[in-house]
């Protein structure tokens, strides 16, 4: 709690933070782009585990590369604790790595680079974003070190490189959308990994692993398809708008990180 009011407090002097919940305490018209923002951060949460796929085909290859052995075979609790800790992960985290961490970082920084605007320059966001990024990954090899996993140089890699990568996704989507996309986007990605994948390979026969399977990408699909039509739905929104400046929430979401 001291960590997240911290960084609620430094969010605001860098005037990054939780759009929309901010602007629903200061009464702005913010909710008109909460089903686009949601939509994105939903997308790129679901994409992201496709990484896993790279992963597994790449890892026989890097075995034979290394002469590593191939890493241990997680094994993943109950799906219904895998839902739930979906949702406790993605807020603790993005909150202390996110709100804190790299806000923390990009306050001081901003001390010393300013752009004209007055806000962070976009070199001092993704310099921070990378640096959390990174740090991402070694945390995640403490957790699999404390559940008994063997810590072979191949899973150190695979470990330090997918939680990289999810880390640049996050942060890119709390400096664009703000800390709230960043948590939508890292919970989809947990109730994919955590969630559906237990979901179908803990079924005790195989008719119900079909089921399963088929339940799991229905949902997936049906996901996919609302959060492609709420994106393009808040594109023609924005397109349409009469003038950028009559939503403070358009101005937040326009920061240019990239």
Known sequence: AALAAAGLFLASRVGLGMPFIEGWTKREPV???????AGA??????LLPLILLLDSALTPLLEKASNTPAPTTVVHPPAWQGFLAAFSAGITEETLFRLFGLILVVWLGSLVFRSRTGRPAPGLLWAANILFALAFGPVHLRTASQLGI?????????????NGAGGL????????????????????????VHGFVPLVTQ??????T????????????????????????DCRQLQTAV????SQIEV???HPAG
Request: charged residues 15%; aromatic residues 8%.
């Open 31 to 37: 909710w008109n782009r909460l089903a686009g923002v």
């Open 41 to 46: 951060a939903v997308l790129a949460g679901i």
């Open 150 to 162: 063997t810590l072979t140089p191949l899973l150190v890699i695979r470990t330090l490189v997918i």
């Open 169 to 192: 996704l996050f942060g890119w989507l709390y400096v664009t959308f703000g800390l709230e996309s960043a948590i939508l986007a890292h919970i989809a990605a947990d109730v994919v």
């Open 203 to 208: 079924q005790a026969d195989p008719a119900r």
């Open 210 to 233: 079909i089921v399963a399977t088929v339940v799991v990408l229905l949902l997936t699909l049906l996901a996919i398809v609302w959060s492609v039509r709420a994106i393009l739905r």
């Open 243 to 246: 003038e950028p400046g009559e």
């Open 252 to 254: 937040r979401f326009s």
